[in-house]
């Protein structure tokens, strides 16, 4: 399961509505893709088409979508959000990464 903060609904409702999504029915898709410093990078989109393999979450009004590979990688992640001056925008916190590169964007196990 994906959780996601308070801070983190808000911003995500508004993107989606900014890009023509409905976040009543349509999904915040997070995935895990090879790539960035530390090996594996996180990919976070808008979805309103959901694959046979995906597992799909809710949470805090958030309907999430992750494929089955991303899936391992991912469980008990919290997506944050940190705005402001010094903010990094949207934050994944996952137990599973044993390493993490300065910027927060990618991870190892």
Do not use: H, W
Not at 9 to 37: H, N, Q
């Amino acid at each position: 399961m994906i959780q996601v903060s308070e801070t983190a609904k808000k911003k995500v409702r508004t993107l989606m509505e900014e890009e023509g999504f409905d976040a009543s029915k349509d999904y915040v898709r997070v995935g895990v893709k090879s790539g960035g410093c530390s090996g594996l990078s996180y990919e976070l989109n808008f979805d309103n088409k959901m694959d046979e393999t995906d597992k799909v979450f809710e949470d805090n009004d958030v309907r999430i979508i992750v494929d089955k590979k991303s899936f391992l990688y991912l469980v008990g992640t919290i997506l944050e959000y940190s705005g402001g001056l010094n903010g990094k925008g949207f934050v994944f916190n996952n137990p599973n990464a044993q390493r993490t590169c300065g910027c927060g964007e990618s991870f190892s196990l």
